[in-house]
């Protein structure tokens, strides 16, 4: 950042840190400084370094001319004692369940994203592909599927709702579910991790995460009013294997 910096030059910084993965160790100026245990600590040290790359974007007189994201590509492990927290939500990394799909997605542009605004709106890290081409001034690959939404004018707070609604679920490279809108189908399920045994169900589960977030409670497909949710959601994972069979999608959501 220093060296385009002094050279007026634009840049792109790549930072992956390998944590929250297992193990989770931190450094030893963290090392049981939340006394919170080690994910704790690894939490701390992660937001440490980021306050480190903030400040220093903004010592080199960056601020308003750079976008900074910070994002994760799932939820925490589920291996003791590297095990994460996520909150009111189910599962870890490896299920479908949200604990393992919500990640934490934060964005930063002075003058351009409106500081301190929260959604709970549906965004996916393939949706970075075309939202980053349109900022930059570039266009993505015509000539293939690209499996992304342009999200900025959600982002710059033009309009409230994001550009996907849906997304699909998978277990390694097999599908097992649909997220859509508030409401999540599940044909394969594992409850927690990697390694444990597939849960095959002959018939789907649905989830209506309005009214059971933590998803202990599947729906009675008996119930009138339950059975109108097959459709859309049925509509994207056949939307899907379309694209699969053309051989225009390899994955959404690991």
């Known amino acids: 950042m220093r060296s385009h910096a002094r050279a007026s030059k634009p840049f792109f910084l790549f930072l992956p840190y390998t944590q929250p993965h297992m193990p989770v ?83 930063r542009w002075p003058g351009r994203i409106p500081a301190g605004r929260v959604t709970n709106e549906i965004v996916h890290e393939m949706d970075l592909i075309p939202t980053l081409a349109r900022i930059a001034g570039g266009r993505v690959p015509s000539d293939r599927f690209i499996d992304g939404a342009d999200q900025f004018d959600f982002l710059a707070g033009k309009k409230e709702q994001s550009n996907r609604e849906s997304l699909v679920i998978y277990l390694s490279n097999e599908i097992c579910g649909v997220k859509w809108r508030n409401w999540k189908m599940i044909t394969r399920q594992v409850d927690r991790g990697f390694g444990e045994p597939v849960q095959q169900f002959s018939f789907p589960l649905w989830y209506d995460l309005h009214t059971d977030p933590k998803e202990e409670n599947a729906l009675d497909p008996r119930w009138v009013e339950n059975l109108w949710v097959r459709w859309p959601t049925g509509d994207v994972l056949t939307a899907h294997r379309e694209f699969l069979k053309k051989g225009l999608v390899r994955g959404i959501c690991g």
């Open 25 to 107: 160790l931190p450094a030893q100026e963290f090392a049981g400084k939340t006394r919170n245990g080690e994910f704790a600590d690894v939490l701390a040290q992660t937001d440490a370094y980021m306050g480190r790359l903030l400040d220093e974007v903004d010592r080199l007189g960056l601020r308003d001319n750079t976008i900074f994201l910070f994002t994760s590509d799932n939820g925490g492990e589920a291996t003791p004692p590297y095990h994460g927290f996520n909150g009111p939500w189910r599962g870890t990394y490896f299920t479908a369940f949200e604990g393992s799909l919500r990640a934490p997605f934060l964005i």
